[in-house]
């Protein structure tokens, strides 16, 4: 018995299962998942939960197989299964092998999206309400630094009302320049007006990782961006432009912005103080890496086992050693991939962003915003871990998953270059 003659046996069974709407209904909670993800955590876990039940109706076998045997949707299923492998050769408890996978079960979310989004017409829909959650982020934030007065500042700092600096910082930086793109697309299509009202929310967004909340990743990231744009709109000679325009920019920065100096003054003083104090921010995530290469040098080819790196670090630890020193976080997203599973699965991982990377390589305004998404996951993973990571791992996902299945569809839309997301 096929959809059809189930759905027409009973005309409220018809309704309930009618394709279209079960179709509508799930990606309107992946809308609604990228909205919580600036602010809650518990909600987008809840929303995550749903979409699952919302798309299981929606996406069959044989959609979601096509997308695994890609590269684009495959590799991460790899990547998931080595991990699940590498449970296997830990040498530390099942409850730690289970958490330490619990890292890589968003990766098999991917292929879910891209069959989910290759169909639909709707990615547009992600994309504005993820911009629209960022802006209202984006009003609270300099509202609480620019209200001295008022009582309630921020969970963790002025300007950050939820989650975190880097967390929020991330998301702007991502807003920011996908603006900045738009602008200029909209610059040359005579909408003149349109393009100074983005590039002016744009300059908001930066503003505020300058002066507000400032991520150090994210400013390696912002100028790593700046330049791609640079070369997207105008080649090599728009690289030395994008770079002359990072300099000139830097300088009025640094000298307007105290907050920015002290925390790179900082990030200095913390590193030439590393051997002296590793208490630091910086100091401990050099003594992270320190301990990683080693730990990868231990074995690697397979790696310790998916889960092995906290007994790793208790392992190592002496009577001198910071508890915060102990860790499940090396701060390198290569690092946590290598030392759980060696060599194989940094090729894996480096395969996975190379075919993401190479999927977002058309002139489209929906390819430049996945390829910025992942430009963003692969330079802050060198300093953190950032695919494992909860927020900037599900934004990588649900970036690569809604907007890949959007390029995968249709991949020459004109009206994707010049009439906007």
């Known amino acids: 018995m096929n959809w059809a003659q189930v759905t027409s046996s009973t005309p409220l069974l018809a309704r309930l299962l009618n394709r279209p709407r079960l179709e509508r209904n799930a990606d309107l909670v ?13 909600a987008t876990v809840v929303l995550g939960f749903l979409w699952l039940i919302a798309v299981g109706p ?8 096509r997308e695994v045997m890609t590269r684009v949707g495959g590799l991460p299923v790899l990547l998931w299964a080595l991990a ?3 449970m296997l050769w830990a040498d530390v408890s099942w409850s730690e092998r289970i958490r330490g996978l619990d890292a890589f079960h968003k990766l098999l979310a991917i292929p879910l999206l891209l069959a989910q989004f290759r169909r639909s017409d709707r990615a547009r829909w992600v994309v504005f309400g993820f911009l629209g959650s960022a802006l209202l982020l984006l009003v609270v934030s300099w509202w609480l630094a620019l209200a001295p007065g008022l009582t309630w500042r921020g969970d963790v700092s002025p300007g950050v009302p939820t989650k975190d600096y880097m967390s929020q910082s991330g998301i702007f930086v991502l807003c920011a ?3 900045l793109a738009q602008a200029a697309e909209s610059w040359r299509a005579g909408r003149v007006g349109l393009a100074l009202a983005l590039a002016l929310v744009a300059a908001a967004f930066l503003a505020n990782i300058v002066y507000v909340a400032t991520g150090r990743t994210t400013i390696v990231v912002m100028v790593v961006l700046v330049l791609l744009l640079g070369f997207r ?7 030395l432009a994008a770079g002359l325009v990072v300099v000139v920019l830097a ?3 640094w000298a307007s912005s105290p907050y920015l100096r002290e925390r790179m003054n900082s990030a200095v003083a913390n590193m030439q103080d590393y051997r002296s104090n590793v208490g630091t921010a ?3 995530r050099l003594e992270f890496w320190r301990k990683s290469m080693d730990f990868i040098a231990e074995a690697p080819v397979i790696g310790h086992g998916t889960g092995a790196i906290h007994t790793l670090f208790r392992a190592r630890a002496t009577a001198e050693t910071l508890p915060q020193a102990i860790t499940t976080n090396p701060h390198s997203q290569i690092f946590a991939v290598a030392i759980q599973l060696g060599l194989i699965g940094t090729v894996l991982l480096f395969a996975m962003w190379i075919a993401h990377l190479a999927l977002f390589r058309g002139g489209t305004l929906i390819a430049w915003f996945g390829l910025i998404i992942v430009v963003q996951n ?22 690569v998953g809604a907007l890949g299945g959007m390029v995968l569809r249709r991949p020459s839309a004109p009206q994707d270059r010049e009439g906007g997301p």
Request: aromatic residues 12%.
């Open 282 to 284: 910086v100091g401990l």
């Open 84 to 86: 699940a492998l590498g």
């Open 30 to 42: 992946v809308v609604a998942l990228v909205v919580s993800l600036p602010w809650s955590t518990s």
């Open 251 to 253: 300088g009025l920065a």
């Open 233 to 239: 709109l105008f080649g090599w000679k728009g690289v």
């Open 378 to 399: 692969v330079v802050s993973s060198l300093f953190n871990s950032h695919l494992s990571d909860f927020a900037q791992g599900w934004l990588y996902v649900l970036g």
């Open 58 to 65: 929606t996406v069959g076998f044989a959609s979601v197989r």
């Open 177 to 179: 320049l996908g603006l």
